[in-house]
């Protein structure tokens, strides 16, 4: 007789993205406990490979986009009766849901079907706002959640005004066991700097471009990994400043260990984060970080001048000041990678598994 628990996570798709890599590394690890389903509302190109065992069903083959109110109802009457239709059928026994639309779907299933649901939110809620029907519902329905997992204090603060501060658990990320795997020790490293991201105005990667510019860098390279609405810009600006040859867009990769591990410094540049997982990998790397100091995140994953660096957004001058020292300085470079890696146990799958697992648990009961 199969005594184990049905588990379904919900989620947008399995996209590129910090909320698509979490969701895709609970399912593969939770897999050996529990009957994992996992519910895409749109198949798009699944960036994160899954275990074979992982039961998916996807109600949409691709992103459909609503033109106005009454085709946004349309739709996300359909992702949630479809939804709702697949958690009755498996009897799914617990659903963890990630992002606000979903979480909110994923509630009224909840409340329909008396099914418990753990919702997570991703992203700095003082930056990513909903509309205010989008908001109302959030606010209305977050109540419901048996637990809100965020990833900092700073969300936690800004979420206990609509959710009983007893419900909301504070789990950052982790960084993959697989990618882990592949680390390497930080030695004879390439005059590489690397920074990882979307390509976005949040993201700034101009911030870092200019500095680099700025500072005339003789035998260093530029790696910007990520894709983006301003990536044509971006190669624009490099163009313009006759910097082809050492600045180099790499666009989406699934190696990102190699360059990692190969890299010498590495640098991120948000304006606004929820927790940021390419800082987090590259931390937990040993890669010499410098980051600016937004909110929320990387204060939370680096202490500032022991195991990284952080400096004010937009500061390009702290930049330059920071990634000349670093570039010029290896002994500083050893200590902070010895840092980071010492300090990066707080972030490994074993640690934040324990966590998620007492809440799940909890809510099975």
């Known amino acids: 007789m199969n005594t184990r628990k049905n588990i379904c996570f919900l989620i947008t798709s399995l996209n590129s993205g910090g909320a698509e890599r979490v969701v895709a590394s609970l399912s593969n690890e939770f897999i050996d406990d529990y009957d994992v389903h996992l519910i895409l509302f749109y198949r798009n190109n699944n960036f994160y490979e899954l275990d074979k065992r992982i039961r998916m069903y996807t109600i949409f083959n691709e992103p459909r986009i609503s033109k106005n109110i009454f085709s946004s109802v349309l739709l996300n009457s359909s992702l949630l009766l479809k939804s709702l239709r697949y958690i009755k059928k498996w009897k799914i026994e617990l659903m963890i849901s990630f992002t606000t639309n979903v979480n909110i779907l994923s509630l009224i299933i909840s409340y329909f079907l008396l099914v418990p649901c753990i919702i997570s939110e991703r992203n700095n809620p003082n930056i990513y706002i909903p509309n205010k029907i989008w908001r109302f519902l959030r606010n209305k329905t977050y109540k419901l959640a048996k637990n809100l997992v965020v990833q900092t204090d700073f969300s936690k603060k800004i979420f206990s005004s609509i959710v009983n501060e007893n419900k909301i658990v504070v ?47 003789v035998n260093w390279k530029l790696f910007i990994i990520g894709d983006g609405v301003l990536r044509n810009s971006l190669q624009r600006l490099v ?127």
């Open 171 to 217: 789990i950052p990320n982790a960084v993959d066991l697989s990618l882990l795997s592949r680390r390497v020790n930080y030695i004879n490293r390439e005059n590489i700097l690397l920074t990882v991201g979307r390509l976005d105005e949040n993201k700034n990667q101009k911030l870092i471009i200019q500095a680099f510019k700025n500072l005339n860098l």
């Open 239 to 365: 163009k313009l400043y006759s910097l082809e040859s050492k600045i180099f867009f790499l666009g989406n990769v699934k190696n990102i260990s190699d360059f990692y591990n190969v890299a010498k410094i590495f640098v991120f540049s948000s304006r606004s984060e929820g927790f940021p997982n390419a800082l987090l990998e590259a931390f937990s790397f040993g890669i010499p970080c410098i980051s600016t100091n937004c909110n929320s995140g990387p204060a939370e994953i680096i202490s500032d001048s022991n195991s990284g660096i952080l400096i004010d957004v937009d500061d390009i001058g702290a930049l330059e000041q920071e990634l000349l020292k670093l570039c010029s300085n290896e002994d500083l470079c050893k200590r902070l990678s010895i840092n980071a890696l010492k300090s990066a146990n707080r972030f490994s799958m074993g640690s934040i598994l324990q966590q998620w697992s007492f809440i799940i648990n909890q809510s099975l009961r």
